[in-house]
T-cell receptor, first 113, second 115 residues
């Protein structure tokens, strides 16, 4: 019943290839988050946006990862040159304001061979 | 830095028995964090179970309860009588009480309820 739509559900890439995934946030939610969840169930925050502006991002995101949330288009997260260590579940979440808990999508599972 | 600790990776409990999932946090840079429990049922996405944003208050949902204990820096999740449908992975999380701040998650506790 999730209203945050992530595509594709599964993504398989070779090392060095680009990997791009998309997220349509819940309608009316201006804040969008991207997280990476690894095989040990550890979550890593990557980046978040308010409308089209970046609020926070980690250093890893600044190097090989790029993300955007253009108006009237899905948000996207792209890994420029995939590495084996990027294999993980990538979760997108959105929220209406700072008092609302983020609503999560079902994620994109990336496998880098 | 700020962190969330869930000490039990896996818990097995019989149906109708009580359940406690421990969660402690460190919020040195935040002070008064918002606290959350999220759950992922088999085959489903991560969803909010409950949240509490004020120290001392209790949140409840689907028979689960958790109290924001600032002195103990804890937010343990409890249920008096579990059902098989409660089998899931439960994640404790915190965030700063400030707009658009990221959640910091624990590593989750897998709960298996046996009939």
């Amino acid at each position: 019943n999730s209203k945050v739509i992530q595509t594709p559900r599964y993504l398989v890439k070779g090392q060095g290839q680009k990997a791009k995934m998309r997220c349509i946030p819940e309608k009316g939610h201006p804040v969008v988050f991207w997280y990476q969840q690894n095989k040990n169930n550890e979550f890593k925050f990557l980046i978040n946006f308010q409308n089209q502006e970046v609020l926070q991002q980690i250093d890893m995101t600044e190097k090989r990862f790029s993300a955007e949330c253009p108006s009237n288009s899905p948000c996207s997260l792209e890994i420029q040159s995939s590495e084996a260590g990027d294999s993980a579940l990538y979760l997108c979440a959105s929220s209406r304001d700072n008092n609302q808990a983020p609503l999560f999508g079902e994620g994109t599972r990336l496998s880098v061979l | 830095g700020d962190s969330v600790t869930q000490t039990e990776g896996q818990v097995t409990v019989s149906e109708s028995k009580s359940l406690i999932i421990n969660c402690t946090y460190s919020a040195t840079s935040i002070g008064y964090p918002n606290l959350f429990w999220y759950v992922r049922y088999p085959g489903e996405g991560l969803q909010l179970l409950l949240k509490v944003i004020t120290a001392g208050q209790k949140g409840s949902s689907r028979g689960f309860e958790a109290t924001y204990n600032k002195e103990a820096t804890s937010f343990h999740l409890q249920k008096a009588s579990v059902q098989e449908s409660d089998s899931a992975v439960y994640y404790c999380a915190l965030s700063a009480n400030q707009g658009g701040r990221a959640l910091i998650f624990g590593t989750g506790t897998t709960v298996s309820v046996s009939p």
